[in-house]
């Protein structure tokens, strides 16, 4: 299985600004999934992107997948202070379990 | 909002004690895993199973061990702790494989071995 890796590893944005965070990869996909964790939880998914979709929203989340790049953004518009938390990325080929990098920590600062 | 569940939520616990982390989904999904993750580091992937009477171990070795008796229930035993087990251990489950579905998690088990 391949890993993710999110970058930048830290954000700090006033409430009310957006939030973009990056995943980079090394090798072809079937999807991509996007998680969230708060401090000290589990993950919750947020949303899963196919290989041949180019971009997905859902609430104020925006998704965009580059195949040819091997890369995903995730886009956060009018951040609330809820969405402080961190971020990962999961990447998926086959039946691959999922993996996950370290992360990007976002602090919404009020 | 999870349907998978974790007890207990935090544990201190001494050296060499026995303990069992628990984990139960009321989904009915087939898949469940376990991962570790240290404060700021990866999850690491430590055990999973694709149904009832199957385990394997996953890409972090560790010394734990789990069982999986019935489809909802997917506990974490420990022989021995040791201050090197203090971690936080999350338990997921998906109703398929990943490429098409995402996992549920749990809110973890905080450990502390002292």
């Known amino acids: 299985s391949q890993q993710g890796e999110e970058d930048p590893q830290a954000l700090s944005i006033q409430e009310g600004e957006n939030a973009t965070m990056n995943c980079s990869y090394k090798?072809?996909?079937?999807?991509l999934q996007w998680y969230r964790q708060n401090s000290g939880r589990g993950l919750v998914h947020l949303i899963l992107?196919?290989?041949?979709?180019r971009e997905k929203h859902s609430g104020r989340l925006r998704v965009t997948l580059d195949t040819s790049k091997k890369s995903s953004s995730l886009l956060i518009t009018a951040s609330r202070a809820a969405d402080t938390a961190s971020y990962f990325c999961?990447?998926?080929?086959?039946?691959?379990?999922?993996?996950f990098g370290t992360g990007t920590r976002l602090t919404i600062i009020p | 909002e999870a349907d998978i569940y974790q007890t207990p939520r935090y544990l201190v616990i001494g050296t060499g004690k026995k303990i069992t982390l628990e984990c139960s989904q009321t989904m009915g999904h087939d898949k469940m895993y376990w991962y570790q993750q240290d404060p700021g580091m990866e999850l690491h992937l430590i055990h999973y199973?694709?149904?009832?009477?199957?385990?394997e171990k996953g890409d972090l070795s560790s010394e734990s061990t789990v069982s999986r008796i019935r489809t909802e229930h997917f506990p974490l035993t420990l022989e021995s702790a040791r201050p090197s087990h203090t971690s936080q251990y999350l338990c997921a489950s998906s109703e398929g494989l990943g490429h098409t579905y995402g996992y549920t998690f749990g809110s973890g088990t905080r450990l502390t071995v002292v």
């Open positions: 199973s694709y149904g009832v009477n199957s385990t």
């Open positions: 090798t072809s996909i079937n999807n």
């Open positions: 992107i196919r290989s041949n979709e």
């Open positions: 999961a990447p998926l080929k086959g039946n691959e379990k999922l993996t």
